[in-house]
């Protein structure tokens, strides 16, 4: 297919404007840099060739391709250089009223067919298009760093966007080999809005002392499958990008419950405590590498009582087959024995609530999290209630250590940490879905590609159960009262017949 933009200006050439120039280029562009700060545009040349010749170097890239891309790379002094462009990327400071004053000047630059394009990842598209004359022709391009390596990139419609111009861009996108992805003009827009549970949620967790940052990053990848733990994350991308990102959204979303930042990462913030760039974060980092505590040993003990389970119990007939290969003596009658261990599997319940509810012994009842099937997890993780006895805490954990699978014991909550985090993941992609802030298909593409999340929220749900995370919900929601638990009314409407599998439909 021909070239949709031969010439394409792309103004502020930091990081983000850098990576985008790379890609137009090698996608045959002729690209036009332009930088406010003297010596910029040349230092983002000798970046970008630096990188070809490497690659040359390496062998993964022909030589006289390199010099084309190269070629390609020209330096506009002044914004009316920029005239001839056929669409021109914006990747300046993040700040309406510079990009604003922008957009507005190169309007009389370009001809009135030039598409105009912002990678803003926080403002609003329809605000910075406020002050033009064509505001048919501007759209979001929101692109995600490191631009070459990440595959997505949202195209934003403002208010104004004209379909042709969503199209174009999506267009172009694939031409320089990115997956576009359509979003409404709406608070982080798609991925920095359904990347608002993970971490937030994880420092709920933290916040109620119910388990410690490496604890969490454990059980996140080891049950749910995530490549990083959400605390190894936001270390990763550093508070200092990662929080304020969490409070625009909250307030731009008029102070909604569901994305309540904490004030954990306020505070570290202001320590200084980045993440890796910083040397400390939730871990401290000793040449590059995480400093971790050692994981609990399994305690030993000389024998294990038997175990009763709750005939409420999660995934019963499961947790009983996971007992028996574990070698327990189970018990089958309608209630526990005066020395029996107590297990029980809620959704979304505190231990301590089943067992007030349940009628049964709390100091001997314990609680095991049976969201996600044993044989799919890679840990298992118990919790206590205040007042479960050391013995029969011990007691549990070396039972469900016999076969050498990692085990973590957390304290009593409304849900797991993995119930808590997958449920609010799925319930804020449910509200982006009832928003229609996007197709759900979009949605599951822009969240695995730019977010790396295992699967997409929406496959989440459907393979751990809509309704079991409706359970989890409904039931948090009771525990704390807080409406930031409410599920969203697609979930809801949708829970009982299976959440991707509407793809087709929408
Ligand atoms: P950066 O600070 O690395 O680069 C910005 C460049 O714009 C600088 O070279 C600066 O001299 C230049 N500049 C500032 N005002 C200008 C003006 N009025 N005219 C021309 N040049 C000007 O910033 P970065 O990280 O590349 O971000 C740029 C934009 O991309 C921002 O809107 C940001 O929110 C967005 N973004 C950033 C991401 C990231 O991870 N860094 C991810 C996605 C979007």
């Not at 009658?333 to 049964?360: C, H, K, Q, Y």
């Not at 797991?416 to 985090?421: C, E, H, L, P």
Request: aromatic residues 6%.
């Amino acid at each position: 297919m021909k070239l949709l933009y031969n010439t394409v200006g792309v103004i502020g050439t930091g990081a983000m404007g850098q990576g985008i120039a790379q890609i137009a280029a090698q996608a045959g562009s002729t690209v036009k840099l332009f930088d406010t700060q003297a010596g910029a545009t040349d230092r983002a040349r000798d970046a970008l060739a630096a990188q070809w010749d490497k690659l040359v170097a390496k062998g993964r890239l022909d030589a006289a391709q390199a010099a084309n891309y190269k070629a390609r790379l020209l330096r506009a002094d002044a914004l009316n250089d920029l005239a001839g462009c056929d669409l021109v990327i914006e990747a300046v400071v993040e700040r309406l009223d510079v990009k604003k004053s922008l957009f507005s000047s190169l309007e009389s630059v370009v001809s009135e067919q030039t598409v105009l394009a912002s990678n803003t990842s926080s403002l609003s598209v329809t605000a910075i298009a406020g002050g033009l004359k064509h505001p048919g022709r501007f759209a979001g391009f929101h692109f995600f760093n490191p631009v070459p390596l990440m595959k997505v990139v949202e195209v934003i419609a403002g208010l104004k966007t004209a379909t042709a111009t969503s199209t174009a861009l999506a267009e172009y996108a694939r031409q320089m080999g990115h997956t576009p992805v359509h979003a409404q003009d709406t608070p982080g827009f798609i991925v920095n809005h359904a990347g608002r549970a993970y971490g937030t949620e994880a420092l709920r967790i933290v916040s109620e002392g119910i388990a410690d940052f490496a604890t969490i990053d454990r059980i996140l990848k080891d049950q749910a499958g995530f490549k990083l733990g959400p605390f190894e994350l936001m270390d990763l991308t550093a508070l200092d990008v990662s929080h304020p990102v969490m409070e625009s959204v909250y307030h731009q979303y008029y102070e909604e419950p569901r994305y309540r930042p904490s004030v954990i990462t306020a505070q570290r913030l202001a320590g200084g405590m980045l993440g890796r760039k910083t040397g400390e974060g939730f871990y401290r980092y000793v040449e590059g590498v995480a400093q971790t505590s050692a994981e609990l040993p399994v305690p030993t003990v000389a024998e294990i009582p038997p175990v009763w389970v709750s005939p409420r119990a999660a995934r019963r007939s499961e947790l009983l087959q996971l007992l028996k290969n574990l070698g327990a003596s189970i018990e089958t009658g309608a209630s526990p024995s005066m020395n029996a261990l107590v297990l029980v599997a809620p959704l979304g319940f505190d231990i301590t609530t089943v067992a007030v509810v349940e009628r049964l012994d709390p100091a001997r009842t314990i609680g095991i999290d049976m969201l996600i099937d044993d044989a799919a997890t890679k840990r298992r993780v118990l919790a206590t209630n205040p007042a479960t006895r050391s013995d029969m805490r011990d007691a549990a954990h070396a039972l469900f250590a016999r076969d050498g699978k990692a085990v973590s014991v957390i304290r009593d909550s409304g849900g797991f940490v993995t119930q808590r985090v997958v449920a609010t993941i799925v319930n804020i992609a449910s509200d982006i879905c009832q928003q229609g802030i996007c197709s759900p298909k979009d949605l599951e593409t822009a969240v695995t590609l730019g977010l790396g999340y295992p699967l997409g929220p929406l496959a989440m749900g459907d393979r751990y159960g809509p309704t079991n995370i409706l359970e989890v919900l409904f039931n948090m929601q009771t525990v704390y009262g807080d409406p930031r638990y409410r599920p969203s009314p697609w979930l809801r409407r949708r829970g009982a017949i299976g959440l991707s599998l509407l793809h087709q439909e929408e």
